[in-house]
């Protein structure tokens, strides 16, 4: 189980951007924040089980940063990698959890370090190629700009129309 938070005073776009994530990757939980410390999250954590707390971090009002613990022992310690965003957008669609990270096997090699970011962050499987549409929906992620990747989920209907954008992706 992962558990999903956000920064401090979060604005009605992080909100949404965590309540995307809460329905497209399955075992995560989506806690609020509030004037919880770190520790208080660290808590909550061990209450729940989880093994990871994914903290989305927020810049001009909107998620900029996605910085993943691991909660072992009663501490928690930094996973990598750490995804700075670009942007994201959600349309209200149906969403359904996702079984794994998709990509084509010409992209690049920063796109494909955001992709195996991604599927360890989720605990999600890496699927090269063509998609096999009987494994369900799935993360695709393909190249965007000179280094960045954009990510969409895809089913059996094609491509979503809610995206995010990774800038960098920091092992």
Avoid: W
Wanted: hydrophobic share 40%.
């Amino acid at each position: 189980m992962i558990l999903l938070t956000t920064s401090r005073r979060p604005t009605a776009t992080i909100r949404a951007f965590c309540r995307f994530l809460e329905k497209t990757i399955p075992g995560l939980v989506k806690v609020s924040r509030g004037k919880s410390s770190i520790k208080d999250l660290l808590d909550q954590a061990l209450q729940l089980k989880a093994e990871k707390i994914i903290i989305i971090d927020r810049s001009k009002g909107g998620p900029s940063r996605i910085e993943c613990y691991v909660a072992k022992d009663g501490e928690m310690s930094p996973f990598a990698p750490t995804f700075y965003l670009g942007g994201f957008r959600t349309v209200k669609e149906r969403l359904a959890p996702v079984s794994c990270i998709t990509f084509e096997d010409s992209i690049s090699a920063e796109a494909k370090k955001s992709a195996e970011g991604l599927a360890r962050l989720f605990d999600l499987n890496i699927s090269t190629g063509q998609r096999n549409l009987r494994i369900g929906p799935a993360l695709h992620v393909s190249p965007y700009g000179t280094k960045g990747v954009k990510v969409f989920v895809v089913t059996e209907k094609g491509f979503g129309k809610s995206f995010i954008t990774i800038n960098r992706t920091v092992a």
